[in-house]
C-alpha cells in the first residue's frame, strides 16, 4: 500500500528481493517472477522479475493539506508459475484479494486451474483468475461468480477454469 506519496516512485524488483523478514512474519519465499496490479486497476497489470530491469511507476498520492484527506494506492503482488501460466488475481472487491480463508487449495496444469473455494450458505463470492501463454505476456482474464447456495454452514465450491472454456463453479 502506497500513500502519502508526494511524488511518483520506481520500485524494482530489488527492492522486494531486499525486504527483511523478522520474527513476527512468515518466512516468504520469493518468486523470479510477479504479476502486480493496483487493486483498483487490475487490467493494468506489471511483470516484474529478477531477470530483467522492469520496474513499477507507482503514482503520486498526496495528501490534502486542507481536508487531510491522504489517497492511497494498493498494489496485489503474484507468484507467477512458469508451469501452468495460471494467475490467481483473486477477490478483486477486497483489500486481501487472496487469503488462506477463501482458498482452500490451487492445483494448475497447462490446460486447466482448479481452485477449492470456502464459503458461507447465501455468500456469492467472485473470483478473478488470469491466464497467459508464456510469461511477460498478454494476460486473458476472466471473472467468475460463485453462489454458495446448496449447504447451509461453510461449504468448499470448485472452480474450474479451462483455456477454450473459461471458469465455471460447481459444488
Not at 103 to 109: D, G, K, L, P, Y
Not at 153 to 170: A, V
Request: with cysteine; proline share 4%.
Amino acid at each position: 500500500m502506497i500513500t502519502n506519496l508526494t511524488q511518483s516512485y520506481a520500485f524494482t524488483w530489488n527492492e522486494l528481493f531486499n525486504t527483511e523478514e523478522n520474527e513476527y512474519e512468515p518466512n516468504r519465499i520469493i518468486s523470479d517472477i510477479y504479476v502486480v496490479f493496483d487493486l483498483n486497476n487490475p487490467n493494468e497489470y506489471y511483470w516484474l522479475t529478477s531477470s530483467n530491469t522492469s520496474k513499477i511507476i507507482m503514482p503520486a498520492c498526496a495528501q490534502d493539506l486542507v481536508t487531510f484527506y491522504s489517497p492511497f494506492h494498493l498494489y496485489v503482488f503474484v507468484p507467477f508459475s512458469n508451469q501452468s501460466n495460471w494467475i490467481l488475481f483473486g477477490e478483486l472487491n477486497k483489500q486481501l484479494p487472496i487469503t488462506q480463508q477463501r482458498f482452500a487449495s490451487i492445483q494448475s496444469t497447462t490446460s486447466s486451474q482448479q481452485i477449492s473455494v470456502i464459503g458461507v450458505y447465501g455468500e456469492e463470492v467472485s473470483v478473478t483468475i488470469g491466464h497467459t501463454k508464456r510469461a511477460l505476456e498478454k494476460i486473458d482474464i476472466y471473472t467468475v461468480k460463485c453462489l454458495f447456495q446448496s449447504v447451509e454452514g461453510i461449504f468448499t465450491m470448485l472452480i474450474t477454469c479451462e483455456i477454450d472454456n473459461g471458469c465455471q463453479c460447481s459444488n
